[in-house]
């Protein structure tokens, strides 16, 4: 999928810990075989190539997948869309009970600022299944998803303060600045559910606004959510909507953070509710 995927574990013995690991990643192998669009043999790639009106069958995973992005799409009125500039559930249909997918119309479609998130809630549940309480799965810098935190941290954290504050207690996590490389705006201490991030500081303007086909101008997003595929679904949804529009999509399903500003001045709206989230946003946050 283009990036490291990593797995922290705590409060388990490491050989046992390992071995979890281990069934994790096999997961992700078995999540990116059918949904990368760079594998010629890959569900997406058999989408991608096939003509209006023919289904073709899918994996459990492409369809759980693309089950998780039509529902971003709806939340997110389209601002999420996971055909390549645009025009994505407008020309698939998915029938997820029988699994297959036919296409209106030729398109391309991209399950990457989904599919890393999805992938990781996958490997969550394969961590669950082998009794693992603690633990944060990550996809490069963009996406992190946590099963309860740390338990040291949950019985000492002490906060910014130097009181113990539980509340705070959660796996960290740095907001990087969309403009300076090493500089962070914020801190948050995962506890439950997924984080994610979207930005241009790393690749250039990449995130497409599927309104308009052109590049989208925020500098940043944050997104939280109770899964890794919205979450990371919403940060790029994020890149392309105002805060009316982020609010809204939002309601009762998470929160988030967007940026605006320059290099020299980045100021932070944030909104929504976070429940798995204790955050400290640097000076120029709200």
């Known amino acids: 999928m283009g990036c490291e995927f990593g797995i922290a574990v705590a409060g388990e013995k490491e050989d046992y810990a390992r071995s979890a690991c281990l069934a994790a990643f096999e997961v992700l192998t078995l999540v990116e075989a059918e949904i990368s669009r760079f594998d010629p043999g890959s569900d997406i790639s058999r989408i991608n190539a096939l003509p209006p009106g023919p289904w073709t069958r899918v994996g459990l995973e492409t ?6 992005a039509r529902r971003a799409w709806r939340i997110t009125r389209g601002h999420f869309d996971p055909g390549f500039r645009g025009g994505g559930f407008r020309r698939v249909v998915l029938d997820a009970r029988r699994h297959r997918v ?12 989904i599919g890393k998130g999805y992938a990781l809630d996958r490997m969550g549940e394969m961590l669950r299944e082998w009794g693992i309480g603690s633990a944060l799965t990550m996809s490069g810098a963009s996406t992190a998803v946590a099963l309860g935190p740390p338990p040291r941290l949950a019985a000492s ?12 207690a959660g796996w ?16 948050v201490f995962l506890r439950a559910g997924a984080f994610s991030g979207s930005g241009i500081a790393a690749q250039g303007p990449h995130i497409v606004d599927p309104r308009t ?23 790029t949804a994020f890149m392309a909507m105002n805060a009316q529009e982020a609010r809204a999509a939002c309601a009762g399903v998470g929160g988030g953070i967007i940026a605006a500003g320059s290099a020299r001045m980045i100021r932070l709206t944030r909104f929504g509710t976070m429940p798995g989230v204790t955050m400290e946003l640097k000076a120029g946050g709200r």
Do not use: E, M, Q
């Open 213 to 235: 086909g052109l590049p989208a101008t925020r500098p940043a997003a944050w997104a939280w959510a109770p899964t890794g595929a919205l979450s990371d679904a919403l940060s």
């Open 172 to 187: 960290r996590l740095g907001l990087r600045h969309p403009a300076r490389p090493g500089a962070t705006v914020g801190t």
């Open 63 to 68: 369809t759980r997948c693309l089950v998780a």
């Open 102 to 113: 036919r296409v209106r119309a030729s398109l391309t479609l991209d399950l990457g600022a």
């Open 157 to 168: 954290h002490r906060g910014f303060s130097g009181r113990r504050n539980p509340a705070a």
